[in-house]
């Protein structure tokens, strides 16, 4: 499908959303680009890097003459957005998100649109722990999955004009429903971030501990920078499945604590063995991907 945007409107110019601007900019496949968000000084920032064209502070009045609008603000933000913009949208627009949490963010959809089955709900699976416009960068999509979970209402045009939109940012499209979504993405994305956050701060309660932190903690705790507004949205969003994961987490931790009291090696060996081999696994069949 040869995708042309007269008029994208992207909610939330930060990293993700201003990304998706400049690589569809890229692409060549975008007319005007408006920005909308609640900062001044983001959004005339987006427009000094050539990431928007122009900003409004109010959502209906930017969405009245989009075809494609991108929601890209942190999860929890998603409900006052979607009421804010149901005022105004066109009947022939179609909107996409990029949020870590789908059950959530559908939620929302269903609750304030008029027509949800124009709602194309999206997740690219790629990041940094930078936010803002400021961090945005065209190639952040290249060759990284993006899941949409459409249910059996979503519009089969609407899909296809979203998929092509993902497909021009670089990234290579995944189907499936937003509840498996959010029980493998609380297991693969959620948990560690969680974990990194409590390793932190658990550290963080001792004295000159830091002093001596070097590149393996930098590298498990690098996601520990993430932006907190953010994460405490996609916690809150997801919060059963994350659940699980925690429990699941706890119990390999008591496990190892069991093992550790007891001095019974071949039970910590046994655990780290099978910790190595599933990732060594995972690294050689995707680690070229990430
Ligand atoms: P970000 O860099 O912090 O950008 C979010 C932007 O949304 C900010 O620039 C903020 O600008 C704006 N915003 C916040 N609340 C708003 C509201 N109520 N109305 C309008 N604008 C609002 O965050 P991000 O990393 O781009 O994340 C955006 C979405 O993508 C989130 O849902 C996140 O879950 C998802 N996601 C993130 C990653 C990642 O690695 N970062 C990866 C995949 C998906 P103002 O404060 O100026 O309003």
Redesign the pocket.
């Known amino acids: 499908m040869s995708l042309h945007i007269k008029h994208l409107v992207v ?9 998706v601007a400049l690589a569809l900019r890229r692409a060549g496949c975008v007319g005007r680009i408006t920005g ?8 005339e920032e987006a427009v000094r890097l050539g990431v928007i064209d122009d900003f409004s502070h109010d ?1 209906a009045t930017a969405v009245a003459d989009a075809d494609m609008v991108l ?5 929890a ?2 409900d ?2 979607f009421a804010a913009l149901a005022k105004s949208l066109p009947d022939k627009a179609v909107v996409t ?5 789908k059950q959530s ?1 559908m939620a929302s959809a269903e609750k304030y649109l008029r027509d949800a089955s124009r709602f194309v709900p999206a ?11 400021a ?2 960068f065209a190639e952040l999509f290249d060759d990284k999955k993006c899941i949409l979970t459409p249910n059996e209402k979503t519009d089969v045009k609407a899909l296809a004009r979203v998929q092509s939109m993902w497909e021009a940012v670089g990234s290579r499209v995944k189907i499936m429903s937003a509840a498996e979504h959010d029980d493998v993405l609380a297991a693969v994305s959620h948990l560690p971030h969680l974990a990194a956050f409590a390793i932190v701060n658990a550290v963080g309660k001792g004295d000159a501990a830091f002093r001596f932190a070097a590149g393996g903690f930098r590298d498990f705790t690098r996601i520990a920078s ?2 907190p ?2 994460w405490r ?2 916690a809150l969003c997801n919060q059963s499945a994350i659940v699980d994961k925690i429990d699941a987490l706890q119990e390999e931790l008591s496990a190892l604590r069991d093992a550790l009291k007891a001095h019974d090696g071949d039970a910590l060996l046994d655990k780290f063995t099978s910790a190595k081999q599933a990732r060594d696994i995972w690294m050689s069949k995707y680690g070229d991907k990430l």
């Open positions: 909610i939330g110019i930060g990293l993700i959303g201003g990304s909308v968000g609640r900062s001044v000084e983001n959004l959502i929601l890209a603000v942190p999860v933000a998603c006052q957005v998100d990029a949020g870590s949490t963010v997740h690219p699976i790629a990041g940094t722990e930078y936010s803002g416009a961090a945005a993430s932006s507004e953010m949205d996609i």
